[in-house]
T-cell receptor
């Protein structure tokens, strides 16, 4: 069974600064996808960034980037130039690729507060 | 394009009562998922529909939970009878099919907060 661990229940960052959220996972499979989802207060969860395990290059989406270390089974999210709108719960998630339901396995989440 | 919608947004019921949650996926999405987050714990997978068929229901906690997807469109999740431990937020998500490209990407609804007292 796959597991995802987010070791930081809460974090805060000053506006315009950089913050890194940690995520580790455990799997015996080789082909999978990793995701970071964001859930702002009272709003629905949206996908921030995705990483295919077979790709060595780290994914980047504007101010969001990941540090994917496959051997270490680590998938951290870096948010640069933090903005007030980045305040949210952030969930790291995993799914196996190939045949199957593509169900997501989530971590417990990290509550990020951006301070003005 | 409308996103995934869920109804109701919040439901408060007494132990032993029945509650039905509804999810309307994005139009054209064959895959529909139900997840649940119990307070302080991870979001957990419940089940997956492909069109009207249950593809994977390995996450359903027990037979008090019944999910249906009529005609491959909207889905309902019924809890009968509800227990205290069923309290939590129930999320629905949908994705395109067949797989390929980014079709595995799941779009989430706002969730239904269920409180059993």
């Amino acid at each position: 069974a796959q597991t995802v661990t987010q070791s930081q229940p809460e974090m805060s960052v000053q506006e315009a600064e950089t913050v890194t959220l940690s995520c580790t996972y455990d799997t015996s499979e080789n082909n999978y996808y990793l995701f970071w989802y964001k859930q702002p207060p009272s709003r629905q969860m949206i996908l921030v960034i995705r990483q295919e395990a077979y790709k060595q290059q780290n994914a980047t989406e504007n101010r969001f980037s990941v540090n994917f270390q496959k051997a270490a089974k680590s998938f951290s999210l870096k948010i640069s130039d933090s903005q007030l709108g980045d305040t949210a719960m952030y969930f790291c998630a995993f799914t196996l690729s190939g045949a199957g339901s593509y169900q997501l396995t989530f971590g417990k989440g990290t509550k990020l507060s951006v301070i003005p | 394009e409308a996103g995934v919608t869920q109804f109701p947004s919040h439901s408060v019921i007494e132990k032993g009562q029945t509650v039905t949650l509804r999810c309307d996926p994005i139009s054209g999405h064959d895959n529909l998922y139900w997840y649940r987050r119990v307070m302080g714990k991870e979001i957990k997978f419940l089940l997956h529909f492909v069109k009207e068929s249950k593809q994977d229901e390995s996450g359903m906690p027990n037979n008090r939970f019944l999910a249906e997807r009529t005609g491959g469109t909207y889905s309902t999740l019924k809890v009968q009878p509800a227990e205290l431990e069923d309290s939590g937020v129930y999320f629905c998500a949908s994705s395109q099919g067949p797989l390929g490209g980014n079709s595995y990407e799941q779009y989430f609804g706002p969730g239904t907060r269920l409180t059993v007292t």
